[in-house]
Structure formats: C-alpha cells, structure tokens
C-alpha cells in the first residue's frame, strides 16, 4: 500500500528521451518516488521533434495538454491538439512528429514499473 503524496513542479527533473528527437519526459509520478500502482509522467515535443515507430509491452493513456502535433497509431495518422485524449494498447506501433511553431506537451499514464521502449523499422 502506498503512502498519500504531493509532488510540486518544481521538484519534477525533465530529461531528453534518447530514442527521440526533441522529446523531454519528467516523471509526476511515479515508482520512485512513491507512487502506487500507477505512473504518470509529462511529456514535452519540441517544434520539428519526432519519436519513432515504436512499440510498449503496457498500455498508455494520454492527455494532450498544450499544442497540436501528429499521432501515428497502426498506420493511421491523427492530429490531436490540447483537450484530445488518446488510449495506446500495448504492443501497438505509435510514433509522433511535432510540423508545428509551438512546443506540445502531454500528460501519459501507465502502471508502474518498466516501459521499455521497442523501436520498428
């Protein structure tokens, strides 16, 4: 069982996913920190940024926060913009691509524990 938690955003450390270009994530969230069950992360992508095909053993579910940018899921492409909320299955390809002037950021949940990322061809 965990303890209740409140972690302020000045306590949260961003740092740059290597398997991206331009993408930053800070864990809110999570195992580490004494989190439960679940974790939830930010995400930023940069102007020009893009994350590859890819694939996640855990399902993901997203709040787009701020901006407009692409969404990649199963071969279809999809423009989310803040307010959008997306639902990721586990082991579906996804990948993202910021076109726009202004950075995006969203808000992603996932159980807690390892997220390894499998890149795709």
């Not at 579910?61 to 701020?66: A, F, G, K, M, T």
């Not at 913009?81 to 992603?108: K, M, Q, T």
């Not at 807690?112 to 890149?119: F, N, P, R, S």
Request: charged fraction near 25%; proline fraction near 5%.
């Amino acid at each position: 069982m965990s303890d209740p938690l409140i972690r302020r955003a000045d306590d949260i450390a961003y740092e740059a996913v290597d398997a991206a270009d331009g993408l930053e994530k800070g864990v809110l969230i999570g195992e580490d920190n004494g989190g439960g069950t679940l974790a939830i992360r930010r995400f930023t992508l940069a102007p020009g940024g893009s994350v590859p095909k890819h694939i996640n053993e855990i399902e993901h579910e997203q709040y787009v926060l701020s901006g407009r940018y692409t969404v990649g899921i199963e071969g279809e492409e999809h423009e989310v913009e803040a307010g959008d909320s997306l639902h990721i299955p586990a082991g579906v390809v996804h990948w993202y691509r910021n076109d726009g002037d202004e950075p995006g950021a969203f808000l992603c949940a996932v159980p807690a524990g390892d997220d390894e990322i499998k890149l795709q061809g």
